[in-house]
């Protein structure tokens, strides 16, 4: 049984920066997928960055490039998103997702992750 585990959430000042951590278990994700989205009060799930686990290749919203990097550990099977730079509009739940066929196309649709975590709360102030 697949486990996501997101921690690293928190209060930051604009301008500022966070750390989150995706730990993930049962299963090998070589060649999985492995996502970020995000979703504020009000508004739908939207897809924040990507890594391939086998490879590294990365993809990230237009929103985020060059502020948030994503990133994933092989031995300890953790994959983080660090975010620098932060605006009050990265306000939101953010959610790790894994998806076993690892296609690099389709990273940006919630739809096609299979494993979601349980969600780490991202508050930026002004």
């Known amino acids: 049984q697949v486990q996501l585990v997101e921690s690293g959430g928190g209060l930051v000042q604009a301008g500022g920066s966070l750390r989150l951590s995706c730990a993930a278990s049962?299963?090998?994700?070589?060649?999985?997928?492995m996502g970020w989205f995000r979703q504020a009060p009000g508004k739908e799930r939207e897809f924040v960055a990507a890594?391939?686990?086998?490879?590294?290749?990365?993809n990230y919203a237009d929103s985020v490039k060059g502020r948030f990097t994503i990133s994933r550990d092989n031995a300890k099977v953790t994959v983080y998103l660090q975010m620098n730079s932060m605006r009050p509009e990265d306000t939101a739940v953010y959610y790790c997702?894994?998806?076993?066929?690892?296609?690099?196309?389709?990273?940006?649709?919630?739809?096609?992750?299979?494993?979601w975590g349980q969600g780490t709360q991202v508050t930026v102030s002004s």
């Open positions: 997702a894994a998806d076993p066929r690892g296609e690099i196309a389709v990273v940006h649709t919630a739809s096609k992750y299979v494993y």
């Open positions: 049962g299963r090998t994700f070589n060649s999985y997928a």
């Open positions: 890594i391939m686990w086998s490879g590294g290749r990365t």
